[in-house]
């Protein structure tokens, strides 16, 4: 079993759309989560960052984090084309241990 | 502002050639990496610095070489030993230090191609 896996995709939605991202883990030593947006040849950017269980809010996009069942989301509401990007889960046990990364999913939002 | 520039945008290697590819960041970041991509998979660590002069191997270190001369700058050679260089590379930095728990900021990449 690999220690991260996210949802294959792609992703197709209409515009306006609640989407949900999933990432799932076998290492219960992870607690700092991130979700990093990535756009076509660009590098990715943090778009979310967490510490442990719970959940983060920021504008449209809210991160959830399940230690217990080793999942973590990422929604966003009201999705608008300028989403349209690959999204990645990553994260790290300790704070100097490395991150590992999900594949990626890609999302298209349909105007 | 305050990032990553990463250059080239675009890197063509022939045969037996090695090549460098530049990272440079005005974050004041301590630590920095370089990481891998490849279609359908997430990334993966090359090498990784903690601080000047000091620099670890990451979990596909064969083929590639490092070196942190500056705070700012951590160049990457891809050898000729490398035989699939082929990829998107990305270069990220962190606050670093202790606690060390701040995340990861990237750079735009260069994709590197074999002629």
Same mark, same amino acid.
């Given at each position: 079993q690999k220690e991260v896996e996210q949802d294959p995709g792609p992703l197709s939605v209409p515009e306006g759309a609640i989407v949900s991202l999933n990432c799932t883990y076998s290492n219960s030593a992870f607690q700092y989560f991130m979700w990093y947006r990535q756009y076509s040849r660009k590098g990715p950017e943090l778009l979310m960052y967490t510490y442990s269980s719970g959940n983060k809010e920021d504008g449209r996009f809210t991160a959830q984090v399940d230690k217990s069942s080793k999942y973590i989301s990422l929604f966003i509401r009201d999705s608008q084309p300028s989403d349209s990007a690959t999204y990645l889960c990553a994260m790290r046990a300790g704070a100097n241990s490395k991150l590992t990364f999900g594949k990626g999913i890609t999302l298209s939002v349909r105007p | 502002d305050g990032g990553i520039t990463q250059s080239p945008k675009y890197l063509f290697r022939k045969e037996g050639q090695n090549v460098t590819l530049s990272c440079e960041q $005005?974050? $004041?970041?301590?630590a920095m990496y370089w990481y891998r991509q490849d279609p359908g998979q997430g990334l993966r660590l090359i090498y990784y610095s903690q601080i000047v002069n000091d620099f670890q191997k990451g979990d596909i270190a064969e083929g590639y070489s490092v070196s942190r001369e500056k705070k700012e700058s951590f160049p990457l050679t891809v050898t000729s030993a490398q035989k699939n260089p082929t990829a998107f590379y990305l270069c990220a930095s962190s606050i670093g !230090?202790?606690? !060390? $728990?701040q995340p990861q900021h990237f750079g735009d990449g260069t994709r590197l191609s074999i002629l």
């Open positions: - | $005005n974050l $004041n970041h301590d !230090g202790v606690p !060390g $728990n």
